[in-house]
C-alpha cells in the first residue's frame, strides 16, 4: 500500500477542538480517566497518533475500545510502531521465528500474552508458522486493523504522526521507519512548514533538570512532544494536547493524568535549593562509592559527579550499576497542609511532585488523603 495513501488529510474551516493523544500502551483505565478528565464531546476531534497496545496490562481490551472509538468520524486513529511491529509479527511468514523470540524474550506485557492465554496455548508446545496462522484464524479483524492504520493526519497547520518526519519540505516524502520509529524528532529540523506533533519519544527524555512529563510545546521549532511515558517509565502520565480554534486563532495547551496517590503534608520541610541535574537512559550508569542504609554514595560515569542514590533506584545490569528509572537528588520543600502527589513509597522516604517538580519526602512528613 503506498505510503501517501496512508495520509489523511482534513480540510477545517470552522472553529474546532482538537484532543491528541498519543503512548496509551494498554492503559486503559487512565485513558477513559484522561478523556473524562478533557470533557471530550461529540463535536471535537480525538487523534491518537499510535502505541495504544503493548507494554501495558490491557491490551487487548485498548485495541477493541480504540477499534470501537475509529468507527467515528470525529476520532481519528494512527498507527504507531507497536501497532506495525505486531501486525508484521502475525501476517509476514518470515517473521515465523521472530514472533517466538518476541513472546519468549520481550521485557514487557503484550498483547501476544493475552491473546495465547485466552486461547489456552502452550507457547513450549508450538511453532511461530502454526501460531501464526492460530492468531490469524482467531484475531483476523484485530490483526488487520492494527496493519491498515492511516500513519499520519494533516489538518491546516499540524501534522500529527506517531515519531517524526524526514527533513524535508515536502514531508510526504519521508520514510515509513521515519513516521514510526523516528528517535529524538525534537532534536531534528522541522521543515514542513507545519507544527509536528509526535508521540513515541517520551518528553522528559528531552529535559536535563527535569523529571516532568507534560508536553513539550515549542513554538519556535513547531515541534510538540506528547508522550508521557506512561508504562515505559516508572514516573509517567498519559498526556492530551488540546488544541482549540477560535476565531483562526489557536489556543494550544496540555492536560494529563497519572495514577498517583494524593498526600498532605504534616510537617514543613525545607529541600533542595537548586535543581540539579537529572540522570536518565541512556546516560544513566554509575559507580556505587559508598553504600548506606538509604541513599548510596554514587559516581555518575557520564559527568563523575558524585550523588547520592536511593538504593531502590540502583540497579545492576550487564555492564554494570544504572538508575533503573529518572531520577535526581532532589528534596521538595513543601508546608503543612499542602497537598502532594506521590509516585511511591521507599523506605523512609516518598518520591512525591509538587508543581511539577519531583523529589524527596521523609515519608512520616505526609499522610495519603
Not at 225 to 243: E, F, H, S, T, W
Amino acid at each position: 500500500m503506498p505510503l501517501n495513501s496512508r495520509i489523511i488529510n482534513l480540510n477545517e474551516e470552522q472553529d474546532y477542538r482538537l484532543i491528541c493523544v498519543s503512548d496509551i500502551h494498554g492503559g486503559l483505565d487512565l485513558f477513559k480517566k484522561l478523556i473524562e478528565k478533557v470533557d471530550f464531546k461529540q463535536s471535537d476531534y480525538l487523534v491518537i497518533i499510535g502505541d495504544f497496545i503493548e507494554k501495558g496490562k490491557f491490551n487487548k481490551e485498548t485495541l477493541l475500545y480504540i477499534k470501537e472509538l475509529s468507527e467515528k468520524d470525529n476520532i481519528i486513529v494512527l498507527s504507531g510502531n507497536c501497532e506495525a511491529f505486531i501486525s508484521r509479527l502475525i501476517l509476514q511468514k518470515n517473521n515465523c521465528k521472530k514472533i517466538m523470540r518476541y513472546i519468549k524474550y520481550k521485557p514487557h506485557k503484550s498483547i501476544f500474552d493475552e491473546w495465547i492465554e485466552e486461547l489456552n496455548i502452550n507457547i513450549d508446545e508450538i511453532d511461530g508458522d502454526n501460531l501464526q496462522n492460530i492468531l490469524i484464524q482467531n484475531y483476523k479483524d484485530d490483526i488487520e486493523f492494527l496493519g491498515m492504520l492511516p500513519i499520519a493526519l494533516e489538518i491546516e497547520d499540524f501534522i500529527f504522526v506517531h515519531a517524526g518526519i524526514n527533513e524535508k519540505e515536502d514531508w510526504k516524502e519521508s520514510t515509513l521507519k521515519t513516521f514510526l520509529y523516528c528517535e529524538q524528532f525534537y532534536k531534528k529540523n522541522n521543515k514542513s512548514g507545519k507544527t509536528v506533533v509526535v508521540g513515541h519519544w517520551p518528553a522528559s527524555n528531552y529535559r536535563d533538570y527535569s523529571i516532568n512529563c507534560d508536553s513539550i510545546i515549542d513554538n519556535e521549532k513547531k515541534i510538540i512532544c506528547i508522550d508521557g511515558g506512561y508504562n515505559v517509565k516508572k514516573i509517567a502520565q498519559l498526556n492530551a494536547l488540546i488544541i482549540e480554534k477560535t476565531n483562526g486563532e489557536y489556543n494550544i495547551y496540555n492536560e494529563s493524568a497519572d495514577e498517583f496517590h494524593k498526600y498532605i503534608v504534616i510537617e514543613d520541610s525545607f529541600g533542595t535549593k537548586e535543581i540539579p541535574r537529572k540522570i536518565g537512559w541512556p546516560n544513566n550508569r554509575i559507580e556505587i562509592i559508598e553504600h548506606k542504609k538509604e541513599f548510596s554514595v554514587c559516581k555518575r560515569l557520564d559527568t563523575g559527579e558524585l550523588i547520592n542514590v536511593k538504593n531502590e533506584i540502583i540497579e545492576l545490569g550487564d555492564e554494570g550499576y544504572y538508575c533503573n528509572q529518572d531520577y535526581q537528588e532532589y528534596y521538595l520543600t513543601v508546608d503543612k497542609g499542602q497537598v502532594i502527589d506521590v509516585v511511591d513509597i521507599y523506605g523512609s522516604y516518598a518520591l512525591a511532585t509538587l508543581n511539577g517538580e519531583y523529589g524527596w519526602i521523609k515519608k512520616n512528613f505526609i499522610e495519603k488523603l
